[in-house]
């Protein structure tokens, strides 16, 4: 049986993602989609005329309720594995007011798809199976190794210069 593709699904998404990191935890949200779990930073999609770190803000404050206060561009990564073609621009997030919970994915209301957010080490990490954790995760040995990134990254090359 053949299933409903999803709206973003054989197109090219270009998302904005906030790295926030606090006491060797990174923040991520939980999302639930097609029976699916899948962990990742907060973040999502540039509206048409919304520049990148107005994008942040609002997708940061949809999804946890905080507000960017401070951040720095870290890269851009290119995923490319159909149905999916997302261009990501991550963002370092150094400084954020309000209380972090789960908020709402608009693009998505009508199905409730975030569960969550949550702070993880990397070890709770490596124990969630690489198809539910974003593409940043499968082979990085510390958080660190995410902020030394830079420039322009094409999925799967992550970590292997």
């Not at 999803?6 to 949200?29: M, P, Q, S």
């Amino acid at each position: 049986m053949k299933t409903e593709a999803l709206f973003y699904e054989n197109k090219i998404r270009v998302r904005v993602c906030g790295l926030i990191i606090k006491n060797d935890k990174i923040l991520l949200v939980k999302h639930r989609l097609k029976g699916s779990v899948f962990y990742g930073p907060p973040g999502g999609v540039v509206e048409f005329g919304e520049d990148l770190t107005t994008t942040l803000k609002r997708e940061l404050h949809e999804e946890t309720n905080i507000e960017v206060a401070s951040s720095n561009f870290q890269f851009i990564t290119e995923y490319v594995k159909p149905p999916l073609h997302a261009i990501e621009i991550f963002y370092h997030v150094t400084r954020w007011n309000g209380i972090i919970k789960a908020g709402n994915d608009p693009e998505n209301k009508h199905l409730n798809v975030i569960e969550g957010v949550k702070w993880f080490t990397l070890n709770e990490l490596k124990k969630i199976k690489t198809t539910q954790t974003h593409h940043l995760f499968h082979n990085c040995n510390n958080l660190r190794d995410i902020l030394a990134l830079s420039g322009y990254i094409s999925y799967p090359t992550l970590y292997t210069k």
